[in-house]
């Protein structure tokens, strides 16, 4: 019950992006994809929801992409893009109603009223999408999400997020609340594989890391194994030291120097 990614490979016209990338999540954990800028992330992430076609194979609950139809694949994973441009005039609730109805639960108000609440956007049911800031923007986007996979197990099966890095335009205490939100939907028996690149807030809600660098898998696993001073330094071109807070037995990152020492 699985995501499970073997041998990706993906090239953009004729510039290879992903070489060789082996992938694997389970329902119940919170996955963390980092690594930096332009490393793959999100065509990784596109791989693995199939909305780019890939090389290598796929398995998205023991079942390859070409064994299932569109509306099944909406039923058991949402999606949120790192960037979504709507054209038109929506208000809140029409681009929540657009995952809910693209999901397994119908016209359900009351899930769509509760995701709004969840990601602390109750009243703003009205408003126009494009009125809003960037911030609840991508609230109202990741309410929209978390409306068409509402349940995390549904029909005895995980459901799916696919997170773009989520919480990139929230301010710290939104960022938390929308963690807060993942790690529960993994508790609850769902799966959660995000794009991070704040990584404080990857030790603190992760449970795997998959790091990647230039197209390639640089470590994966436990977030103590793969967010480490040698990993992350490499990966980054700057010096990150890993740290450990005693008090609170959490691990904390502190940027060192722009340039690697
Ligand atoms: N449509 C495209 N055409 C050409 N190159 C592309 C296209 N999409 C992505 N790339 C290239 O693929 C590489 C990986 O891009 P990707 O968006 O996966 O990076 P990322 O790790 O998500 O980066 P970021 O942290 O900036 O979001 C980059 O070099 C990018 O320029
Ligand atoms: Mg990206």
């Known amino acids: ?18 070489h060789g990338v082996n992938f694997a999540a389970e329902p119940g954990e919170v996955h963390a994809i980092v690594g930096p800028n332009g490393s793959g992330k999100t065509t990784l992430l596109r791989a693995l929801t199939g909305d780019i076609s890939a090389n290598g194979r796929i398995t998205l609950s023991d079942r390859s992409f070409d ?21 038109f005039p929506f208000t ?4 929540v109603r657009m995952g809910l109805e693209a999901g397994p639960h119908g016209a359900s108000p009351e899930i769509a009223h509760q995701a709004l609440r969840d990601v602390g956007l109750e009243g703003y049911e009205g408003r126009f999408f494009q009125e809003l800031s960037g911030g609840e923007q991508q609230r109202a986007q990741l309410a929209r999400v978390l409306s068409q996979v509402w349940e995390p197990v549904q029909d005895g099966a995980p459901c799916w997020l696919f997170l773009d890095e989520p919480v990139a335009s929230l301010d710290i205490g939104h960022q938390l609340g929308v963690m ?13 594989i995000a794009v991070m690149h704040d990584l404080n807030l990857t030790a603190m809600f992760a449970d795997q890391v998959t790091l990647l660098s230039k197209g390639e898998v640089a470590a994966t696993g436990e977030v103590a194994n ?8 490499a990966a980054y071109a700057c010096t990150l030291r890993v740290n450990m807070a005693p008090s609170a037995g959490k691990t904390f990152l502190l940027p060192q120097t722009a340039a690697r020492s």
């Open 226 to 233: 793969v967010l480490t001073d040698d990993l992350l330094s």
């Open 180 to 192: 807060e939100l993942a790690r529960r939907y993994a508790d609850r028996g769902g799966g959660v």
């Open 67 to 87: 064994r299932k139809r569109p509306w099944e694949m909406a039923s058991i994973r949402g999606v949120l893009p790192q960037v979504t441009v709507l054209s």
């Open 92 to 95: 809140v609730i029409e681009v």
């Open 1 to 18: 019950m699985s995501v499970i990614g073997t041998n990706i490979t993906v090239s953009i016209g004729r510039k290879p992006i992903l």
